[in-house]
C-alpha cells in the first residue's frame, strides 16, 4: 500500500518538471506577466513580466499524481484525499480568478476584497461541513470537533464552533502562504518541507492506526484518523509536485504561483491538519508562514497605533532584502528556518506518541 505515496510523488514530480516549461510558454505568448510593487526593492523590477498563475502547474499534477498512482495501484480514492484536493482546487479557483482579473482584465487589486473573501468562506464552508460526514466503519468522519494538535484533545466544541474554527484555519494558511510568495521559490521550497512532514505524519498513523490496535504493541497511543495513508498520497503529491515546480521557480524564476498557486498551497495545509488531527501542530510545522504573517500584523498594527515602523518593509522577507541580503541568501536562510521548524514539529508529534507508551 505505500506504493501510492511513492507513485503519486514520482509523477506529481515528473508532471511539473515537464509541464512547467510548457505553461511558461503559453502564459508568455498571452502576455500574462507579474505585476510588480514600485515600493518594493529595487532588485524586484526585473520581475515585472515574469509569468505568472503558475499555480495551475502543480494543482493540475497534484491531482493528475493522486488519481494516477490509484488506478496504478488498484485502490480507491477516500473521502479524506477528495475533500482535501477539493479544498486545494477551490481555493486554487478563487485565487486564479484574482490573478485573470489583475493580468488579464487589467485591475491592479484583482478580486474586490468582498467577493475575494466571499469564494474563500463559500469553498472553506463546504470543506468543513463536508468533512463531518462520510464515517468510516469505526464511526470516524474526515475531520473531529474536537481541538487536535498531536492528535484530538478535550471536548467537543460542536459543529458550529468547528467551522469557524476550520475558516480561519483555511484562511490564515492562505494568507500565511500568499505573504511567504514574495521571493523567487521560498514558499514553494517552504511548501515541500511541510508536505514531507504530512507524508511522514500519514504513513505513521496508518501503522498506529486505532483499526490495528490488536496487533500494536501500545494500543493506548493510537490514532483515530480515518484516512491516514491516503492523507500521505496527497501530501506525497504536493510534495513531488511543487519540488517540481521549484525547480523554475527558483531564483530567477521563470514563473511564479500567483494567488492561484499561494491560496492553493493553504488550503491543502490547512485541510491536512484538519483531516490528520494535528491542527495546532501547523503553527509549528509551518512556522515560517506563521513568522511572515505575524511580522505584517505587527507592522501594521505598529504603524496604526505609534506611526512607527518596525521592519523596513513587511513582509519580513523584504526587511532582510532592504537590509542588503541578497534575494538567494534570504530564501535560503528561510528554508533553514522552515526545516528547523518542521523537525522540532516532527519531534513534538512522535514526542505526544512516546509519552503514551
Avoid at 107 to 120: E, N
Avoid at 123 to 151: E, H, M, R
Avoid at 206 to 225: D, G, H, I, K, R
Avoid at 279 to 302: K, P, R
Wanted: contains cysteine; aromatic residues 10%; positive net charge.
Amino acid at each position: 500500500m505505500m506504493n501510492q505515496i511513492l507513485f503519486s510523488g514520482v509523477i506529481g514530480l515528473f508532471l511539473t518538471l515537464i509541464g512547467t516549461p510548457l505553461l511558461i510558454k503559453l502564459l508568455a505568448r498571452k502576455g500574462y506577466g507579474q505585476y510588480i510593487r514600485d515600493d518594493g526593492p529595487r532588485e524586484h523590477h526585473a520581475k515585472r513580466g515574469t509569468p505568472t498563475m503558475g499555480g495551475i502547474a502543480f494543482i493540475m499534477a497534484t491531482f493528475a499524481a493522486y488519481f494516477l498512482s490509484k488506478v496504478i495501484t488498484g485502490k480507491p480514492p477516500t473521502f479524506s484525499g477528495l475533500l482535501v484536493l477539493g479544498l486545494m482546487g477551490g481555493m486554487g479557483l478563487v485565487g486564479f480568478l484574482d490573478d485573470y482579473i489583475k493580468i488579464v482584465k487589467r485591475r491592479s487589486l484583482g478580486l474586490r476584497a468582498k467577493a475575494k473573501m466571499a469564494g474563500q468562506l463559500t469553498v472553506g464552508i463546504a470543506f468543513a461541513v463536508l468533512s463531518l460526514q462520510f464515517k468510516d466503519n469505526l464511526g470516524n468522519t474526515p475531520a473531529s470537533t474536537k481541538l487536535s494538535f498531536v492528535q484530538d484533545f478535550g471536548w467537543t466544541i460542536g459543529p458550529v464552533l468547528f467551522v469557524v474554527w476550520a475558516l480561519f484555519m483555511i484562511l490564515a494558511m492562505s494568507n500565511g502562504v500568499n505573504l511567504t510568495d514574495g521571493l523567487d521559490g521560498l514558499a514553494t521550497g517552504a511548501s515541500v518541507l511541510v508536505f514531507g512532514a504530512y507524508t511522514f505524519i500519514g504513513v505513521w498513523q496508518f501503522q498506529e492506526a486505532c483499526a490495528n490496535a490488536m496487533t500494536l504493541t501500545n494500543p493506548s497511543a493510537c490514532y483515530e484518523v480515518r484516512d491516514p495513508l491516503d492523507l500521505a498520497v496527497v501530501a506525497s503529491a504536493l510534495m513531488g509536485s511543487c519540488l517540481g515546480f521549484l525547480w523554475w521557480n527558483t531564483s530567477p524564476a521563470k514563473i511564479f504561483m500567483g494567488d492561484t498557486g499561494s491560496l492553493a498551497l493553504g488550503g491543502a495545509l490547512a485541510g491536512l491538519a484538519i483531516c490528520s488531527r494535528t491542527e495546532l501542530l501547523l503553527a509549528l510545522l509551518g512556522g515560517l508562514f506563521v513568522l511572515i504573517t505575524m511580522s505584517v500584523v505587527i507592522q501594521v498594527g505598529s504603524f496604526k497605533m505609534t506611526g512607527k515602523r518596525v521592519f523596513r518593509m513587511a513582509p519580513l522577507q523584504h526587511h532582510f532584502e532592504l537590509k542588503g541580503w541578497s534575494e538567494v541568501l534570504v530564501v535560503v536562510r528561510f528554508w533553514i528556518i522552515q526545516g528547523i521548524c518542521v523537525i522540532v514539529g516532527l519531534g513534538i508529534f512522535y514526542a505526544g506518541w512516546a509519552a503514551e507508551k
